[in-house]
């Protein structure tokens, strides 16, 4: 046997081995309903293994060990967002107490409940400003400094880059008290302004790093040919420098954008109302009827809503996404 | 690496009618922006602490502010809170980082070598890292509660226990959430570096007859050892820095907190600012002996790494 043949055997029959293990363990140890997500999962893995060992020699260059580790990995990725899905859907407090993955008596409840809510509200107006309006600042403010960085010569390009990569590294937690104490004196405590300022400390060096590694890419030397083809020096940087640009522009907003969207520190140190409170620090303000009891449904239908533009972005722009994140931090 | 992309700038300098002067001066404009406002909130707001961490001073007692000198720090290095915390953090980021390595290695030989469905699992990666850390540390929170919880009913655990009511058990939930939210991170990183591995190496490695494991540490994990360390450096200083999920999920109760945690109580919920401006200066200077504790360890200055 071929070594490649030889490791699909393997593999093919590892596979069973895990889908087997997951269906008896279902079937031993978890009660219903949740056996059912058990016994689908091991039947992906057997279907797998058996698909391996009868028709891998259809399409030889296919191996077995990542087809395996690919489903263990969206198996790692999903599980805890699928359990948010299912806590969300679950209806009134006996199903939500009862434990358990699956919900029995799933409804939308929640999140009629969750969109009612004007913290909520007025946090997803926030959050989605604030996070715009920073990461256009910094990728501008970014693109300049990395087209000097990428492209030109200067004394003390080293320390442009030093101090990125120092600020990526502080600890903002640290910067919150004095912030907190400025911004009191200043009047911005509790407005938009006063996160953006603060979201720039770290969506800069973010972009800064994103961006130089882009730009290092670019053929510079196109916009001189094209000049020398008798295009005007502005048209030359409209024609061919913009478009190889833009691509890694538009992945450092994104990458950027996700920051600013996650943010939590700034956004419960900085802000106290509906005025400018974003939304992670929204959600860990969620109080129910009473100020014990803690709407966990609820909670878990806003962590979803807040969620869906992170896949919708994720899903469309992938590929984007990681040569972006990547080439900032590895390429040399 | 570095010869692919070798310096633009000495193409740059070759170009005729460009004095260097002026190019010098047309970079600051164009970089300026962007490092003013970067030391301005972040430079400015760190001076002031250090000036107010000098002083006993109490947002809501403003006219008892007074001049003690560095009294603020030795209350902090003196208390065994402090401590704690610190140990807590390092523990934290031992454990996440080593874990994150090898199961991040494993996801990134995945995505190396798969062919179908790329796309898919690359995507499915993302979730975790696109996630709010905040939404993270809710799902674990409440997979791990006994009553809304499935782990306890699926392990069949005593329903009156919570790993929340303890100090490992709860240090173990916030390890598996940082784990289970950055581990695509690094897989990211480790994926580029894996494909920076000269495969002639690796195939002569193998028609001379040597093992994987041969192969692996002989090999691929040399030739890996830049964006290994990228992702070990980043993402320990991020684990340091830990604040979001022992905040959502203990409210740093059961001595679970980080010195970021006691950073912001001491700031933000007592507003002692002089105290807790004493913390942050601390806390940023753990962050620089953590920082250059790890580039010693692995002998590399890292702005060569990225080919300057």
Known sequence: ?332 | MASTTAAPGRRVKTRERTPEAAENRLAWKLAGPAVAVMLLVTAWPMLRALYLSLFSYRLTAPDDREWVGLTNYWVVLSDPLWWRAVFVAVFIMVVTVSVELVIGFGFAMVMNSILVARGLVRSSILVPYGIITVVSAYAWLYAFQPTTGFVNQWLHLDPSTTPFDNFWGSIMVICLAEIWKTTPFISLLLLAGLSQVPNDAVEAATVDGATWWQRLYKVILPSMRAAIMVAVLFRALDAYRIFDSPFIMTGFANGTAPPSGLVYNAMIQRVELGLGSAMSVLLFLSVLVVAFGLMKAFRVDLSQVRGE
């Open chain 1, 1 to 332: 046997m071929s070594p490649r043949r030889k490791s699909r055997v393997i593999w093919s029959f590892v596979a069973i081995v895990i889908g087997l293990a997951f269906a008896a363990i279902g079937v031993l140890a978890i009660e219903s309903p949740d056996l059912w997500l058990w016994l689908i999962v091991g039947t992906v893995f057997v279907i797998t293994g058996v698909v391996g060992l009868l028709i891998g020699e259809a399409a030889p260059q296919v191996s077995m060990g990542s087809v395996v580790g690919a489903e263990l990995i969206v198996l790692y990725t999903l599980t805890p967002v699928v359990y948010l899905v299912s806590l969300s859907l679950k209806g009134g407090n006996a199903d939500v107490n009862q434990g358990g993955f699956l919900p029995h008596d799933p409804g939308f409840a929640n999140y009629e409940t969750v969109f009612q809510f004007e913290l909520f509200q007025r946090a997803l107006i926030n959050s989605t400003g604030i996070s715009i309006i920073s990461t256009t600042i910094s990728v501008v403010l970014a693109t300049f400094a990395a087209y000097a960085v990428a492209r030109l010569r200067f004394r003390g390009k080293k320390f442009v880059l030093s101090i990125a990569l120092a600020i990526a590294m502080f600890p903002v937690v640290a910067l919150v008290g004095p912030l907190f104490d400025m911004w009191r004196t200043l009047g911005i405590y509790d407005t938009w302004i006063g996160l953006i300022i603060p979201y720039l400390s770290f969506t800069l060096p973010m972009s800064i790093w994103v961006l130089s590694a882009f730009f290092r890419e670019i053929p510079w030397e196109m916009e001189q040919a094209a000049q020398v083809d008798g295009a005007t020096s502005w048209q030359a940087f409209r024609k061919v420098i913009v478009p190889l640009a833009a691509p890694g522009v538009f992945t450092a907003a994104i990458i950027t954008f996700f920051f600013a969207w996650n943010d939590f520190v700034f956004g419960i140190s900085l802000s106290s109302t509906t005025a400018s409170i974003p939304v992670p620090a929204s959600l860990a303000f969620f109080t129910g009827a009473s100020q014990f009891d803690q709407p966990i449904a609820a909670i878990a239908a806003a962590s979803v809503v807040v969620t869906v533009p992170i896949f919708v972005i994720v899903m469309l722009f992938q590929r984007k996404i990681v040569a972006g994140l990547t080439s900032g931090a590895v390429k040399g």
